[in-house]
T-cell receptor, first 119, second 112 residues
Framework: GAVVSQHPSWVICKSGTSVKIECRSL??????MFWYRQFPKQSLMLMAT?????????EQGVEKDKFLINHASLTLSTLTVTSAHPEDSSFYIC???????????????FGPGTRLTVL | GDSVTQMEGPVTLSEEAFLTINCTYT??????LFWYVQYPGEGLQLLLK?????DKGSNKGFEATYRKETTSFHLEKGSVQVSDSAVYFC???????????FGAGTTVTVRA
């Protein structure tokens, strides 16, 4: 099946620093990717939609200047948490949809997630 | 807007017991419906899906039927195993490949 990878799988950083998380589609092209945030024992909250070659679309309440998204190619989207603070500690998950094609139809595939801890 | 309401957990069962997790949705039109599973320490995996009314999705012994008349997509398994212990998320997508709306998730623990 389709594979979506994320790097790093976990990261610990100091407050005030920036952290970049990569999301890659390994065997398919994704013009759109989604970034989610998951708090412990809670559901996924959609943060933004990443669009290849154009600006990301952010959900209400998500600070676009704090969570910078760049979709530089058809297989890579990055999320940069700028000036991170302890309240940004969370599990960040990306996904990419496949519509039609051989692998599946109308299905999103999720990365394994990145655990961010801000000290 | 679109939303998913999912049975709250946690749910604790014995092996070989019957599992049902209720899921209802609110959406305009004809959304696609999904069940995702998150095993401990892992990312979300698609468990099954249904894209139109009366479709039945099935995988690994799990089943769910898209019921438009009751706007439901309940997940069932006839005989659970310890390896089925995970968090289960019901989700909907308003159209192909677009962003998902998730339910709150149901934690299922199966004891030997």
């Amino acid at each position: 099946g389709a594979v979506v990878s994320q790097h790093p799988s976990w990261v610990i950083c100091k407050s005030g620093t920036s952290v970049k998380i990569e999301c890659r589609s390994l065997d398919f092209q994704a013009t759109t990717m989604f970034w989610y945030r998951q708090f412990p024992k809670q559901s996924l909250m959609l943060m933004a939609t990443s669009n290849e070659g154009s600006k990301a679309t952010y959900e209400q309440g998500v600070e676009k200047d704090k969570f910078l998204i760049n979709h530089a190619s058809l297989t890579l989207s990055t999320l940069t948490v700028t000036s991170a603070h302890p309240e940004d500690s969370s599990f960040y998950i990306c996904s990419a949809p496949i519509a039609g094609g051989l692998l599946s139809t109308d299905t999103q595939y999720f990365g394994p997630g990145t655990r961010l801890t801000v000290l | 807007g679109d939303s998913v309401t999912q049975m709250e957990g946690p749910v604790t069962l014995s092996e070989e017991a019957f599992l049902t997790i209720n899921c209802t949705y609110t959406a305009t039109g004809y959304p696609s419906l999904f069940w995702y599973v998150q095993y401990p320490g892992e990312g979300l995996q698609l468990l099954l899906k249904a894209t139109k009314a009366d479709d039945k999705g099935s995988n690994k012994g799990f089943e769910a039927t898209y019921r438009k008349e009751t706007t439901s997509f309940h997940l069932e398994k006839g005989s659970v195993q310890v390896s089925d212990s995970a968090v289960y998320f019901c989700a909907l997508s308003p159209q192909a490949g677009y962003k998902l709306s998730f339910g709150a998730g149901t934690t299922v623990t199966v004891r030997a």
